[in-house]
């Protein structure tokens, strides 16, 4: 049985930050791209940001470029989502994702896998 677990969720003020974890199970994580996204109420479900199963690509959405780091921990198969100077808008369900792939996709149809997510709060 596949499982994608997140933690790491809170509630910050703006300009604080936050790492999120998602551990995997059931899968053979160093062959599975990560992915995070997030969904605000009222909103799509979007691309954060993306590592391959080596953890050599990785690739970000524009609106957390600079201020998010996505990096993997193949031996606790673990993916982790720092984000740093979070900001109001930055308040969603934060989404990990596995895909059966070398290298990710911003795609959410892309990922076989999900985990239940985890709520972040950013007050102003």
């Known amino acids: 049985q596949v499982q994608l677990v997140e933690s790491g969720g809170g509630l910050v003020q703006a300009g604080d930050l936050l790492r999120l974890s998602c551990v995997a199970s059931g899968i053979p994580f160093n062959m599975y791209a990560m992915g995070w996204f997030r969904q605000a109420p009222g909103k799509e479900r979007e691309f954060v940001a993306t590592i391959s199963a080596g953890g050599g690509v990785k690739n970000y959405a524009d609106s957390v470029k600079g201020r998010f780091t996505i990096s993997r921990d193949n031996d606790k198969i673990t993916s982790y989502l720092q984000m740093y100077n979070l900001k109001p808008e930055d308040t969603a369900v934060y989404y990990c994702?596995?895909?059966?792939?070398?290298?990710?996709?911003?795609?959410?149809?892309?990922?076989?896998?999900w985990g239940q997510g985890t709520q972040v709060t950013v007050s102003s």
């Open positions: 994702a596995a895909r059966s792939r070398v290298h990710g996709s911003q795609m959410p149809n892309d990922y076989a896998y």
